[in-house]
């Protein structure tokens, strides 16, 4: 019988998961890495590995991996963390896999972005087990079930790879891929200064998260973790604003599932205006602060 | 030290690119194919290393049709020393790949592979991890920075929340992101001079059974056609009116 297990690296990937989970429609139960599943996901039982921290791949796909024995399907959300990890998984188990899924068609097909997203395949599985990442913007929150039977399961945290050190950035700012709000800056903020002055300062104005170009990020005005795109982060903000952004189809590739495209750009012929739902010309130094103004009236 | 870089045949990421008619595959008519933009990188890295510490020997492989030796040959030209070309018409999924490189590297037995986070095709950012699964070897994918020390790599990479530094014991498997370097740009001459380097053709080694199969391609749905604001007043009325703020 099919079963899934939806791998959580941290308990408040919960949330994200329950959606897909329901999408698929199998019964599925939780592994939880770290901490505790923050909401109810309508699992059956909750296996938890209680580790502190998440050691490297090879470690941790290996405890995956022992963990997912007699399961159809191994699913995680998608990011970097999950590609370098469930990749791995997937080599163990000798298992197919599906990375970024957009949409659920059936238990064994799954329509996912190729080329930057300039074009949508159907991956049909064609043999058990399959690994999956899924990017939870296209799957409305599940309903939230009975409170799931709690295994405590062991993990082993031992691999080759010695960490040396980790660094989090991010401070108070909302978490760029769950953000209500993101306001992004490309390759004019000419600076780290600038960029965190013009875009930062916006950003906390309206309560949002902040992103950032391959260019920008490239030319040091911003910081890796920021890039948006096909090798970045994809965002599903509410609201997204890109300001100073030409719109190249590797930039477009992370934002598109955002309900509200806005482009701010002084050259009237940028690529970004056609796909942005609304476009403004003009120089973002001066319209940022406006927009500012504007809400603060 | 031995580098083995596996390179992946690409349509240029800058052009554009549609689904067949009747969703069998994607139109490439026409179109330039290039190195994967990661593979490039990778091997840029793998020269790197040699100019710091002479030793280094770079071997490039790819897995598809004989025109993948157009890749090689650049590859050859940036400075690999040797590149084998792994003949097939074959479909295959990552984990093929992933079989058909294992292999390879069993007879080879590099110390270090390195290689692209991601095709630019596929976007599938599968390979690397499940090689290293095959081989047992520690990885480090999402490269920005590599050194060398005396039987490890001490490895920086990215993460969703910033980066961290590893060092993997050799042999040890790393994928390149875009930050690792820039690569060098090899003018014709450089390609030309790269004709006498040593290419090896020969045939896969490892049967395929696919577990995977993209079945049908299509265009994305459009999003519905923006319009100009004419102000930031405008801009913010109507951002209001829908609750964006
Ligand atoms: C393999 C590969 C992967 C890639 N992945 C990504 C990715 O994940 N994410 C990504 O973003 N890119 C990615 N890229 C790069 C991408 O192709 C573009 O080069 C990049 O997105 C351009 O960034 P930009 O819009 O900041 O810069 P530019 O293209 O230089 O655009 C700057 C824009 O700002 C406008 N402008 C200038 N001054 C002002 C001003 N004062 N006010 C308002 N507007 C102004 C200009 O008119 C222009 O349109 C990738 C490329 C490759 C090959
Ligand atoms: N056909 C191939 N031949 C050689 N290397 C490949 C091939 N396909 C993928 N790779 C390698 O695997 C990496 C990741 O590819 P992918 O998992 O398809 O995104 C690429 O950057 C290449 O280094």
Known sequence: ?297 | MKILVPIKRVVDPYSKVRPLSDGSGIDTTGLKFEINPFDEIAIEEAVRLREKSGDVEIIVVSIGKSECEEQLRKALAIGADKAILIETDQEYDSLGIAKELASLVAEQAPDVVLMGKQATDDDCNQVGQMLAAKLGYPQATFASKIERLQTSLKVTRETDEGDEILELPLPCLVTADLRLNEPRYVALPGIIKARSKPLERRTPSVPVTLKTRPVFFESPPPRAAGKKVSSVDELVAVLRDRGAF
């Open chain 1, 1 to 297: 019988m099919s079963k899934l297990l939806l791998v959580l690296f941290t308990g408040s990937e919960s949330s994200l998961g329950s959606g897909f989970a329901a999408a698929l429609g199998l019964s599925f139960d939780v592994l939880t890495l770290t901490g505790h599943a923050e909401t109810n996901t309508g699992a059956e039982k909750e296996l938890v590995a209680g580790l502190t921290s998440l050691p490297p791949a090879d470690a941790l796909a290996s405890t995956i991996a022992t963990l997912s024995q007699g399961y159809t399907h191994i699913a995680a959300t998608s990011n970097m963390r999950s590609k370098d990890v469930m990749a791995r998984v997937a080599g163990i188990l000798d298992a197919g896999m599906v990375t970024d899924v957009t949409l659920i068609e059936s238990p064994t097909r799954f329509k996912r972005p190729v080329l930057a997203g300039s074009i949508i395949s159907i991956v049909e599985v064609l043999s058990t087990p399959v690994v999956l990442t899924f990017r939870p913007a296209g799957f409305a929150k599940g309903e939230a079930g009975g409170a799931p039977d709690q295994v405590s399961v062991s993990a082993d945290a031992s691999g080759k790879t010695v960490r040396i050190s980790q660094s989090v950035r991010g401070g108070a700012r909302p978490d760029l891929s769950q953000a209500k709000i993101v306001i992004s800056g490309g390759r004019p903020l000419r600076d780290a200064e600038t960029f965190e002055r013009v875009i930062g300062g916006f950003a906390d104005k309206v309560g949002g998260a902040v992103g950032a170009t391959r260019a920008a990020v490239d030319s040091g005005i911003a910081p890796n973790e920021l890039q948006v795109g096909q090798t970045g982060k994809i965002v599903a903000p509410d609201l997204y604003i890109a300001a100073g952004i030409s719109g190249s189809t590797q930039h477009m590739a992370g934002i598109k599932d955002s309900k509200i495209i806005v482009a701010i750009n002084k050259d009237p012929d940028a690529p970004i205006f056609e796909s942005a739902d609304y476009g403004l010309v003009a120089d973002l130094f001066d319209a940022l602060p406006a927009i500012e103004r504007a809400l603060g009236s």
